[in-house]
């Protein structure tokens, strides 16, 4: 029995379908968390790559 033979035989079209089926509900769960999210905490996060945690600069009156 040759592989290709072998591979014919088993049922392998439901694969795609199960990725299709678990990337569709993955970007439905990521879309519903970004569309609930409240403007005060889409600020907060926006500006977390900004903030190193230090208060020198803001101690000093000191301005970016």
Wanted: aromatic share 8%; hydrophobic share 40%.
């Amino acid at each position: 029995m040759k592989l290709s033979e072998l591979m014919s035989s088993f049922d392998l079209a439901i694969y795609p379908t199960i990725g299709l089926l678990g990337f569709t509900f993955a970007f439905v769960v990521a879309t519903t968390r970004i569309m609930v999210r409240s403007k005060s905490e889409v600020s907060h996060q926006g500006s977390l790559p900004l903030n190193d945690g230090s208060l020198r600069d803001a101690e000093r009156g000191e301005r970016a």
